[in-house]
Structures are given as structure tokens and as C-alpha cells.
């Protein structure tokens, strides 16, 4: 504690030079072994002609003050410092350990983590007791499935530790800084990504007044180029790992031409200005940190750090985002899916079944065909496509969702969201207001999160910030005595208040019962409990065997529609050979064609 009371002592005093075992500092901080974020490297921070040290341990908030008296100071260890090891995850597959439960809120943040990582940027992840069952007993995934992230609570604050070191995650669940922008930036920080506002061209400057400890200086220590921490040369404040102004720890300067001191300068050697809050421009705090998903940049950045990375071949074992979303319909609804070669077997040689299983959806996963869509079952022969450049998660379930026959939501006449014309693609669908008593529209409220919302889709949809102005339907003109929306009209600040869905929500799981509340069950949907192989083109991996030994399923990864090592997810629904044809419900039915498209996406 008493060292904790010096940090913040010191933090808004002046610093001078000092010395470290004969090393002058002629500056605020200065690494003495090793470099940033490496365990092991310590720094010196000198305030006031006096040097306190703190060893590096990889962590962010949390290094620890040590004697500087007892720093090696060697002319090798100070040129040498720390071994740097591998930051990288090999063949994009990330093990996960779970040490103590979580609170709803924050395990909902996890699973919308874990899902943007694995759709965006394209790593496969996993439960550790996982690994040996996908990848056998000698396999460099996860450092022979030794390596995992281990997710705690049990320390005050949230922050993360990169790869090349026992990974780790401490989440404070009950804090504030449990949000899922935080939870986001951690898994990045875990794949390998550095801060952004660490960056060499960074428009922020660092207050070192408003800095109330000196145990995280490294989080805004200044990269350098070449030195193999900085991916890309453009700089991204709004990237998910830039810190917001917190408190203005760090802010945009009024005078861009002054020349601000850096974390290690100080203005006495180094010519430089301190800055100081008299410095900062208050309407600027909003223009830096305030990313809530992951930025194109981000993805550059890390397709950048593992561009020699490629899949393992036994990953297509691992369950694809098409079993997933088909899993959680079958898994919330009264709805049965059935592969469309074995609906006879199931329901016999005449059947009304899918018109005596003749009436298949037809699944492609192309890049001929752009975007994700579905053609609804009742308007014609059903389809749904899936574009490699779009085959998220929400958007193959919201296809699934559109070939059942949902409507988007955003097309609801009390949709509170306006459709700005200028931003639309050219040929883009699927914006125009349904009229009440159209019959599509239903009687339930509008809801924003569902998964049929579309998201804002480069500012495509927005909230308005006048929501008393008559604004213009996409089929209506000014002539309609109406306002056509332009993006001066839109709150951004309220971009993710709709479309953010990664899973169904309740009105959607409702409203797809009601469709089939009038179509009863088949007697023989009950014969789908029985586990059979997937038929037809699709090639089929052998059977995973468990891990010997494994923990008690305890936490959310176990109920996400992810399958075990086992083959079955937490509800033992689904094998790991088995696709789309077992999935099975109470109610109706649906087919589904045998294609070797249906793999991962």
C-alpha cells in the first residue's frame, strides 16, 4: 500500500534527472533491462531527482515497484534485455481456461468477444480440455494444447497479458472497466495486437498530472518504428485498442505545432513542452478511443502478425458458424431440420413432409453470388447464400432466419431508425417501411436488437437526432412533404444501438413459433433424436476422441452451440459428423440439401 501512496505522489511532481547504479535518466521513464510489455524488463521512473523502478511483468496496471538497488546492470543486460518470445498463436487457434465463473453480463460480453474474433478475424477458439481431442497428442496448437488463456477475477481492475507468456485475463466483473469494449480490446491484446495509442505517429499526448499511478507507464509508452510492435504505419484513434481520454490521461493538444514531450522526455534535455491540461482541446475527447468493435485497421493489423499462419487441416473438425446457427434454431425454436437425403428415411416414401421431401433449401457457400442472403421458403424454391466476404455469424443466422420466413426488422413501420439514401450500395434491398396491416409486419413492437436488424451498415440506417422531423420513407420524396435523411441528420452516437445481435432474441425465437403455431408436429420428428451419418457429398471427418480427463463443464463455452472434444455440445445435440440433417425440434420440418459447400465458412 505504502508504495502504492508513493506512485501517486510522484506522479504530479516534476521530474528531473536522476541515476539508477551509476545509469543517468535524463528523462521521466527509462527501460533499464529489456523493452515493454516483456516480463522480466524494468524501467526507472525519475521524479524530482529521485528513481523508483518497477519490473515489467507483462501485465497492464499492475507492475510492481522494486529496489532499484538490486537492477543488473550489466552493459549486456541493458543492450539485451529480455528474450522477446513468439507473440503468435500457432494456426490461428486460441485455447481458452476458465478459472472462475463469470456474472451474466460479463459472460454475454465473452461470448460476443469470443464470436467478432473468431468471424472477423478469423482464429478458431476453443476450451484448453479441447485441444487434444481436435489435435491429437503432439501438436504445436497452443504449445502441445499447454498454452491457454486463463480468464480470473480475482484481482481489482480488467486487463490482459499478450501472447509469448502464460496469456491471461483479470476481468474485475462488478467494475466499470468489465464493458465489452474492454473485454474486446483484451482478447486483441491476447492475439498479439499493442495498444494504439502506443503508436509512433499518435495524435495524443500524454498528461502525466492526471496519470494516478506510475505501475501502467508502459501502456502509453511510444513505439518506435522497426522495433516489430508497430503492424501498420497509419495510425487509428478509433482502433479497439486506442485508450479513450480517461480522466485526460491522454487528450489532442489545442497547438498541434507545439512540440510535446514524450513519457520519456522531459523538458529540460530534451527541448521539448510537457503538456499539461491548459494544453488539451476538450471538444476533442470523443475523436480518439471510442472504438466498440474491431476496426478494419485492427483486422489489417492482424492478418499483418500471422500472415505466415495458416489453418491446421484439422480444424474443419472444429464446428463452422453454418452447425452453429442451425444448432441454436433447433436449439431455441420448435422448429426440425433434416438433411433432405435422409427425409424419406425419416418420414417414409409418401409424405407431406417437405412436399414429399421434395422441397429443399439450397445452401451455397460462393463468391459468385455477393452478400448473405435468403430467399424466404413461401415466396419460391428456398435458397440461401453465403459470401465468404459476409459469412459472419449474425449474418448466416439472420439468412437462416429470412429463408423460415422472418422479416428484417428494420423494415417495421414503427422502426425508429431512418435509411439514409446517399450511403446506400448500388441495387441494396430490403430498406423499405412496411405499411401496418401489410400482413408482414405482425402485431409484435419493434425491436432493434433483433437479429433480423440490420446494422448501420457504413451509416446506411442511423438514429436521428431530430425524432420529431417527418422523415422520408426510401420510396417517398421531398414532394411527400417529408425530410430525406442525410448523414448531418444522423446521432452516430447511437450507432450500435440497433443491429448488434450476434444470437436470436426473443422476439425473433417468438415470432417464428407463432409462424408455425398452426403446423403440428410430425409423429416421427422423434425418430431424429437418434444420431445418424451425414450422407452425400460432403466429406466426413472420423470420430474425436475425448481427452481422458477432463473438468466438470462449468462455464458459458460449454453452452454456445460449441461442440466439446466429445462431439456433442453441452446438450449432447449434435455430433461433430453430423451436419444440418440432425438437427431436430418438436415441430415442423424443414429440408435441407446435401452439399459439399456446407463446411466452414
Wanted: net charge neutral.
Amino acid at each position: 500500500m505504502l508504495a502504492l501512496v508513493v506512485s501517486l505522489l510522484l506522479c504530479v511532481a516534476s521530474a528531473s534527472s536522476c541515476s539508477v547504479n551509476g545509469i543517468q535518466i535524463n528523462g521521466y521513464m527509462q527501460y533499464l533491462v529489456g523493452r515493454p510489455d516483456v516480463p522480466g524488463s524494468i524501467y526507472a521512473v525519475c521524479v524530482n531527482g529521485t528513481a523508483t523502478c518497477h519490473q515489467d511483468n507483462g501485465h497492464d496496471n499492475t507492475n510492481p515497484q522494486v529496489p532499484c538497488a538490486n537492477v543488473p546492470m550489466t552493459k549486456h543486460d541493458r543492450q539485451l534485455g529480455v528474450l522477446f518470445p513468439s507473440i503468435l498463436w500457432p494456426y490461428r487457434v486460441i485455447c481458452l481456461n476458465w478459472s472462475e465463473p463469470f456474472n451474466s453480463t460479463v459472460t454475454n460480453h465473452m461470448k460476443m468477444a469470443v464470436a467478432e474474433i473468431k468471424e472477423k478475424a478469423g482464429f478458431t477458439v476453443i476450451n484448453d480440455y479441447q485441444c487434444r481431442g481436435y489435435y491429437g497428442k503432439k501438436t504445436d496448437i497452443c504449445r502441445n494444447c499447454r498454452k491457454f488463456v486463463d480468464f480470473t477475477k480475482s484481482r481489482a481492475g480488467c486487463f490482459a497479458k499478450p501472447p509469448g507468456m502464460e496469456s491471461s485475463v483479470n476481468l474485475e466483473e462488478n467494475s466499470s472497466c468489465a464493458s465489452y469494449t474492454t473485454i474486446l480490446r483484451s482478447f486483441a491484446r491476447v492475439i498479439g495486437l499493442d495498444y494504439e495509442q502506443k503508436h509512433p505517429k499518435r495524435k495524443v499526448v500524454v498528461v502525466r498530472s492526471n496519470m494516478k499511478s506510475t505501475h501502467n507507464l508502459p501502456d502509453f509508452y511510444m513505439a518506435h518504428e522497426g522495433d516489430g510492435l508497430v503492424p501498420l504505419k497509419l495510425y487509428d484513434p478509433m482502433s479497439i485498442m486506442h485508450f479513450p481520454h480517461s480522466d485526460d490521461v491522454i487528450c489532442v493538444p489545442k497547438n498541434r505545432s507545439i512540440k510535446f514531450c514524450e513519457i520519456t522526455q522531459v523538458a529540460k534535455f530534451d527541448n521539448c513542452t510537457e503538456p499539461t491540461m491548459e494544453h488539451c482541446d476538450p471538444k476533442q475527447r470523443n475523436t480518439f478511443g471510442q472504438g466498440t468493435e474491431l476496426t478494419v485497421s485492427d483486422l489489417v493489423a492482424i492478418n499483418k502478425l500471422y500472415e505466415s499462419e495458416g489453418i491446421h487441416p484439422k480444424t474443419a473438425q472444429v464446428p463452422s458458424k453454418l452447425h452453429r446457427a442451425f444448432a441454436e434454431y433447433r436449439a431455441k425454436t420448435d422448429l426440425t431440420f433434416v438433411n433432405v437425403d435422409r427425409c424419406h428415411d425419416y418420414y417414409g416414401k409418401t409424405t407431406e413432409v417437405c412436399k414429399n421431401c421434395e422441397l429443399a433449401v439450397q445452401v451455397t457457400m460462393t463468391a459468385s453470388k455477393s452478400g448473405c442472403f435468403g430467399v424466404p421458403w413461401v415466396l419460391s424454391q428456398p435458397e440461401m447464400y453465403v459470401d465468404e466476404t459476409c459469412a459472419t455469424y449474425p449474418n448466416v443466422l439472420r439468412s437462416i432466419g429470412r429463408v423460415l420466413g422472418l422479416e428484417y426488422e428494420h423494415k417495421h413501420p414503427k422502426r425508429t431508425v431512418v435509411v439514409v439514401r446517399a450511403n446506400l450500395k448500388e441495387g441494396a434491398r430490403n430498406y423499405e417501411k412496411i405499411l401496418v396491416g401489410d400482413g408482414r409486419a405482425g402485431s409484435a413492437p419493434y425491436d432493434p436488437l433483433s437479429i433480423m436488424h440490420f446494422p448501420h451498415n457504413q451509416d446506411t440506417l442511423c438514429v436521428p437526432k431530430d425524432k420529431s422531423l417527418n422523415y422520408c420513407d426510401i420510396s417517398q420524396t421531398s414532394q411527400s412533404n417529408c425530410v430525406i435523411p442525410k448523414p448531418e441528420h444522423c446521432d452516430f452516437k447511437f450507432r450500435h444501438t440497433f443491429g448488434t445481435s450476434k444470437e436470436l432474441m426473443p422476439k425473433d425465437v417468438r415470432t417464428l413459433n407463432r409462424l408455425y403455431e398452426g403446423v403440428a408436429a410430425h409423429s416421427k420428428s422423434t425418430k431424429l433424436t437418434d444420431r445418424v451419418p451425414f450422407l452425400g457429398k460432403a466429406q466426413v471427418q472420423p470420430p474425436v476422441q475425448p481427452p481422458a480427463t477432463r473438468p466438470p463443464r462449468s462455464h458459458w463455452m460449454d453452452d454456445v452451440a460449441e461442440e466439446d472434444a466429445d462431439g456433442s455440445d453441452s446438450s449432447g445435440d449434435l455430433d461433430c459428423e453430423d451436419t444440418v440433417d440432425t438437427l431436430q425440434g418438436p415441430g415442423t420440418s424443414l429440408n435441407f440439401t446435401t452439399l459439399e459447400e456446407i463446411e466452414e465458412v
